[in-house]
C-alpha cells in the first residue's frame, strides 16, 4: 500500500485548495489521505504552511506542533498520518516522530549521530477499529486534539471525499456542529443527496441539520470549484 502511495506525485485538481488559501484570513485544513499531494500543491503555489514538523533535525524535520507558531495562516492535519512521517530514537534514548525527505534508514541528527528507526513503515493509520485506538495517542493524538481546537474557531466545514464511516471523526464534527447555531457543514459532492443520507451517520441527522440551515450540498467535487462556488457560504 505504501509503495502504491507514494507514486502519486503530481497534484492534479487541488488548486482550489490554494486559491482558498489565498482569499481567506485563516486556513485549516484536515485531511485523511496518506500521500504528499496537498503539501506539494502548497509549496508548488509558494504558500507557507505548517504541518506539525518544523524543528530541523539533522536530516529530518522533527514534530514540534509546528501549527502554533504565531503568525501562521495555513495549516495542514493529517489526521490519519503520512508516508514521510517516521518513530526515531535519537542517542538520548528519546522517541520522536519526525519527517523525513531522503532515506528514513539512514537519517543523522544534527551532530552526526544515526538516528535509530524504530518502525521501517511510515506512521498512518488503516483499518476501522484499530485506527480509531490510534487518536489519543502519539502524534495522531495531537492531530485530532488540534481538530477540536481548531473546529472551535471556524463556522464552516467544508467536506469532500469523505464517507462518513470514521466514528472518531463523526463525533467530534457532531459535537461541533452542537457546539453553535451558527455552525455549518458544506458538503462536496457531485451526485444523489440520497447517497449521503443512507450513511449510518446521517441517518437520523440530516433532516435536523438541513432545517436548522447548518447543512447544505454542494453538487461538484472539490477539483470542479472556484472561489466564487464559496462566496455564498462566507457570505
Not at 33 to 60: K, M, P, S, T, V
Not at 144 to 158: A, G, M, N, S
Request: with cysteine; hydrophobic share 40%.
Amino acid at each position: 500500500m505504501f509503495h502504491e502511495i507514494v507514486k502519486a506525485r503530481q497534484p492534479v485538481g487541488l488548486d482550489t485548495i490554494s486559491a482558498l488559501a489565498g482569499a481567506t484570513e485563516e486556513l485549516d485544513i484536515f485531511s485523511l489521505n496518506h500521500d504528499l499531494l496537498i503539501e506539494r500543491e502548497l509549496g508548488q503555489r509558494g504558500i507557507a504552511f505548517a504541518d506539525g514538523f518544523g524543528e530541523r533535525w539533522g536530516d529530518a524535520l522533527r514534530f514540534n506542533w509546528s501549527w502554533n507558531k504565531p503568525g501562521t495562516k495555513v495549516r495542514l492535519f493529517k489526521l490519519h498520518g503520512s508516508i514521510d512521517w517516521y518513530l526515531f530514537r535519537s542517542k538520548q534514548n528519546v522517541d520522536q516522530f519526525a519527517k523525513v525527505k531522503a532515506d528514513p534508514d539512514h537519517c543523522r541528527d544534527e551532530n552526526g549521530n544515526r538516528l535509530s528507526l524504530l518502525q521501517p513503515q511510515p506512521r498512518f493509520l488503516t483499518g476501522t477499529i484499530v485506527k480509531e485506538q490510534s487518536y489519543g495517542i502519539t502524534v495522531t493524538g495531537e492531530c485530532f486534539t488540534e481538530l477540536r481546537k481548531r473546529l472551535t474557531t471556524h463556522r464552516v466545514l467544508i467536506c469532500c471525499g469523505y464517507g462518513w464511516g470514521d466514528k472518531g471523526i463523526n463525533v467530534r464534527i457532531n459535537q461541533w456542529l452542537r457546539d453553535a447555531p451558527e455552525n455549518k457543514l458544506v458538503i462536496l459532492h457531485k451526485g444523489s443527496t440520497d447517497e449521503l443520507k443512507a450513511k449510518r451517520f446521517w441517518f437520523f441527522k440530516w433532516h435536523d441539520y438541513e432545517h436548522a440551515n447548518k447543512l447544505s450540498v454542494l453538487p461538484k467535487w472539490l477539483s470542479e470549484c472556484t472561489l466564487l462556488d464559496f462566496e455564498p457560504v462566507f457570505a
